[in-house]
């Protein structure tokens, strides 16, 4: 069984400065996703960022970027220039490639606090 | 395009109770999850659902659990008896049918589900 381990349950940056929120995971398999979905408080879960694992390229999306390892099995989300709005709990998630229906592991989250 | 919408937001009830939350998915998705993450831990998957056939139910803690999907739209999820250990938010998600890569899951903002 997959399991994805987010070892810091809280993180804290200024705003417009850089942080990073650690993932790590294990499995057995060679063809699989990963996420990470951001939850603000009271509000729906949205999909950040996503990485597959035969894509060597670490995936960016504006401000956000990955440091995909793949033989490390560690998966870390960059945040640049930090903004108040980046405050959330972001969860780190595994998915397998192997079967057509597959389901999201996930890790116990980091609560990101950004101040001014 | 509205999104994943659940009902109640919040529900408390007693202990033995029994509680119904509902889904309703993205017009179309052919896929919908439930997940469910109690305080502290990780969000953890409940069953899955294609059209209104289970496809997976191995996540699903015990036979107070029941899960339906009427007609492939919207599904529910009631809990009977209530026990103090089911508190948590659950989740639901839908996703696109299989042709579709690579198949986002999209989120729901949870029920918050407190039983005393």
């Known amino acids: 069984a997959q399991t994805v381990t987010q070892s810091q349950p809280e993180m804290s940056v200024q705003e417009a400065e850089t942080v990073t929120l650690s993932c790590t995971y294990d499995?057995?398999?060679?063809?699989?996703?990963l996420f990470w979905y951001k939850q603000p408080p009271s509000r729906q879960m949205i999909l950040v960022i996503r990485q597959e694992a035969y894509k060597q390229q670490n995936a960016t999306e504006n401000r956000f970027s990955v440091n995909f390892q793949k033989a490390a099995k560690s998966f870390s989300l960059k945040i640049s220039d930090s903004q108040l709005g980046d405050a959330a709990m972001y969860f780190c998630?595994?998915?397998?490639?192997?079967?057509?229906?597959?389901?999201?592991?996930f890790g116990k989250g980091t609560m990101l606090l950004v101040s001014p | 395009e509205a999104g994943v919408t659940q009902f109640p937001s919040h529900s408390v009830i007693e202990k033995g109770q029994t509680v119904t939350l509902r889904c309703d998915p993205i017009?179309?998705?052919?896929?919908l999850y439930w997940y469910r993450r109690v305080m502290g831990k990780e969000i953890k998957f409940l069953l899955h659902f294609v059209k209104e056939s289970k496809q997976d139910e191995s996540g699903m803690p015990n036979n107070r659990f029941l899960a339906e999907r009427t007609g492939g739209t919207y599904s529910t999820l009631k809990v009977q008896p209530a026990e103090l250990e089911d508190s948590g938010v659950y989740f639901c998600?839908?996703?696109?049918?299989?042709?579709?890569?690579?198949?986002?899951?999209?989120f729901g903002p949870g029920t918050r589900l407190t039983v005393t």
């Open positions: 017009s179309g998705h052919d896929n």
């Open positions: 998600a839908s996703s696109q049918a299989r042709t579709s890569k690579p198949r986002e899951q999209y």
């Open positions: 499995t057995s398999e060679s063809d699989y996703y």
């Open positions: 998630a595994y998915r397998s490639n192997n079967s057509g229906y597959s389901t999201l592991t």
